[in-house]
């Protein structure tokens, strides 16, 4: 399976990473048990940095869509099709979304809205 | 004077006449043929991105690369014949033979480096943001068959364990017999640890030429990996025979025969199959 980034579009490139392999996922390209390429080889051919991929592989880890076996390598996740349809990124936006929206009818504006969520960002 | 017009050892000058030639005129000029036919038949107007440099520059190069080794066969002739007329001995002849090994390797490596600049050149000229990937993990054996590399593993081990039997046994009375040997072992050792390293980076390290089709890359990745595994054999089953010869007191003519035979094929097997088919659609302007 190929997989493509743009560096010129403004979604980040550990999204891009994310959203395709939760795609080959869900399109039956990649099954559970597929070997994955390690961060060090991925990272070299797309010509990207190797934080850019850790970072994408440990958010996919996170979602459980793949698993590191110690130093066996990454592989897709047994139940990777299943947590490849939970978007969490979406849920997140949907519940900041409605906060947002609960704030400005409350009469805060925006730039007050900004602050304070950089500062319960900052606490928690 | 000597007495007759053959040389004593004939063998010897044989294949050194073969390694000027093979090395030197027949390699090159097939190197040259196929370059020049790839800049004949993808002009800079359809593939520019082939062309970090303008053609001229690169016409330049292919003259150089081509011009070089044909002064160095010219030299070699001049060695050869030379040695012919003075019948040199066979130690001078084996000296020679190495030492000429070393000569031509100049416009080899000449070469790499061109390559390496160009592919350089490439990437930094590379304005696309778009970047590919084959999702799949890259290991040795995907390249080169097990038993190869088990094959030069054991060879290796075995290669080792004979010297080190010989000496701490002490089946050899006169140090000077340990020169060539040791100079192998260490030729050996460098073959290996360089080309441990040259293996592990041409598997995981960064893409030499940003635009090249993922198939002709692994296909570039094969032929390194099978040269390296196959040269480490050849060099251990190389080192063995030297040890064994030494061991009971046979003939050392055979040193330089060996050596130039390998040095040709190795240099062969890289030339020759730099011909093959790829894909130059990628090296066409993207359209935006």
Same mark, same amino acid.
């Given at each position: 399976?190929?997989? @493509? ?29 597929? @070997? ?13 940095? &190797? ?12 979602? =459980?869509?793949?698993? !590191?076996?110690? &130093?066996?390598? !990454?592989?897709? &996740?047994?139940?990777?099709? =299943? ?8 849920? @997140? ?7 947002? =929206? ?6 805060? !504006?925006? =730039? ?6 950089? !500062? ?5 | ?16 006449? +073969?390694?000027?030639?093979? %090395? ?20 800079? +107007? ?86 590919? *990937? ?10 080169? +068959? ?35 040997? *040791? ?29 090249? *089709? ?19 054999? %050849?060099? +251990? ?27 040709? *094929? ?23």
């Amino acid at each position: 399976m190929e997989i @493509a980034i743009d560096t010129g579009v403004s979604e980040p490139v550990f999204a891009q990473l994310i959203s395709q392999v939760k795609g080959a996922v869900l399109s039956g390209e990649l099954e559970a048990g597929f @070997a994955l390429p390690s961060i060090r080889q991925l990272a070299n051919d797309l010509r990207v940095n &190797h934080n850019t991929v850790a970072k994408a592989y440990r958010l996919l880890e996170r979602d =459980s869509v793949i698993e !590191t076996r110690g &130093h066996r390598g !990454t592989y897709i &996740h047994p139940d990777a099709k =299943s947590n490849s349809v939970v978007d969490l990124s979406k849920k @997140a936006a949907d519940v900041l979304g409605s906060s947002v =929206s609960t704030l400005r009818d409350s009469g805060l !504006t925006d =730039s007050e809205i900004r602050i304070a969520f950089t !500062t319960v960002m900052k606490e928690r | 004077m000597p007495d007759s017009l053959i040389p004593d050892n004939l063998p010897v000058f044989l294949i050194f006449l +073969s390694q000027i030639l093979v %090395v030197s005129v027949y390699l090159p000029l097939r190197r040259y043929k196929l370059r020049w036919e790839i800049f004949e038949t993808h002009p800079v +107007s359809e593939y520019p991105r082939y062309y970090p440099q303008t053609i001229e520059f690169e016409r330049r190069r292919l003259t150089i690369g081509r011009n070089l080794p044909l002064f160095i066969a010219l030299v070699g002739l001049g060695f050869f014949c030379l040695a012919w007329v003075s019948n040199y001995s066979q130690v001078t002849m084996t000296r020679v033979v190495l030492l000429f090994c070393m000569v031509q390797i100049v416009p080899v490596a000449m070469w790499e480096i061109w390559d390496a600049q160009r592919a350089h050149q490439m990437r930094a000229k590379d304005q696309s943001t778009t970047r590919k *990937a084959e999702l799949r993990v890259r290991h040795l054996s995907d390249f080169v +068959s097990p038993l190869s590399i088990t094959v030069a593993i054991v060879m290796y081990v075995f290669a080792t364990f004979a010297m080190g039997y010989i000496y701490l046994n002490d089946l050899w009375s006169s140090d000077v017999r340990w020169k060539l040997p *040791a100079l192998l072992f260490v030729n050996a050792l460098m073959v290996l640890g360089f080309g441990g390293l040259g293996v592990f980076h041409k598997l995981y390290g960064k893409r030499i030429d940003p635009y090249m *089709a993922n198939l002709d890359r692994m296909q570039r990745i094969a032929k390194g990996i099978k040269i390296l595994a196959y040269m480490s054999i %050849v060099y +251990s089953f190389f080192i063995l025979v030297l040890l064994s010869m030494q061991t009971f007191d046979l003939v050392l003519e055979l040193n330089a025969i060996v050596t130039s035979i390998f040095y040709q *094929a190795i240099l062969a097997y890289g030339v020759l199959h730099a011909g093959e088919k790829r894909d130059f659609e990628v090296y066409r302007e993207a359209v935006h």
